[in-house]
């Protein structure tokens, strides 16, 4: 593991500042930052949020905790094995087969997960530049996710859009939506938890369509199962692409848990 001086050094290297540039940032002498790389000294305690905001990192990525392998996909598996979210334990998948693990996203229960779990749907939503009016939420677990990322997409990125979900049942007034009321040539993005057929998402969007013409723009979730589909039968990824001709992004997959585990990363 690194020394907190030597990840120091890393990090303002990585971010092409100098000693005196970091220094002017965060109101310390240049000398200081030189005797924190050389570990002839620390920084203050107090001096550790404002390092790590500095750079972008957690305060425990500031200490050398897996900095050098970590990916974006690894710091949310982390942070989800952390939180009860991903859980480890043998399991009897629905559509055959076995699994060492499983996704629990009904721990999903604090607005602290929902901020970071919405920023990691936005942050996909603008890295793949996906053009789209509405997001929609699918009940019950893809509604927090839908309006979190929503939420994120116009305090991180000043994006307007508009968001609704569905209904398992109608209401009252037979309406299946809540929210933006959908009309006819809408692009949408479809938010929910785990892919694995993608029957029911599949199911979803058509009793969507029966509310207006729309075009599925794009499919995100946490996790895409698509490996453990039977042989010969149609992966959800595939189903989407078939019905919908909309591509599936998906946050994780379980080749990027089975590498964490590998690579000891959780």
Known sequence: MNTIGQ????????????????????????????????????????????????????????????????TNKERLIRYMDKNGIL??????????????????????STNAQLARIGEVFADCIREN???????????????????????VLYTKYGKTCSYCYD???????????????????ERVVIVDDVMTSGASVEERIEKLRQQADIQVAAVIVIINRKNQMPAGTLSGEERMIEKFGAKVYSLITDEDIDAALRERII
């Open 7 to 70: 990840t120091i050094k890393q990090l303002r290297r990585a971010k092409c500042v100098t000693q005196e540039e970091l220094a002017g940032a965060l109101n310390v002498t240049y000398q200081a930052v030189s005797k924190w790389e050389n570990d002839t000294a620390q920084p203050d305690i107090m001096m550790m949020p404002a390092l790590a905001a500095y750079f972008g990192v957690t305060i425990d990525e500031l200490f050398g905790y897996k900095l050098e392998v970590m």
């Open 167 to 185: 209904r398992r049942v109608a209401d009252s007034r037979g309406r299946m939506l809540c929210g933006h009321t959908l009309r006819d040539g």
């Open 129 to 151: 530049h996906l053009e789209f009016d509405s997001l929609v939420g699918l009940a019950y677990h893809g509604i927090a996710f839908a309006m979190a990322a929503a939420t």
């Open 87 to 108: 859980v480890r334990g043998d399991v009897n998948l629905k559509h055959g087969g076995e699994s060492s693990y499983y996704i629990n996203t009904e721990q999903f």
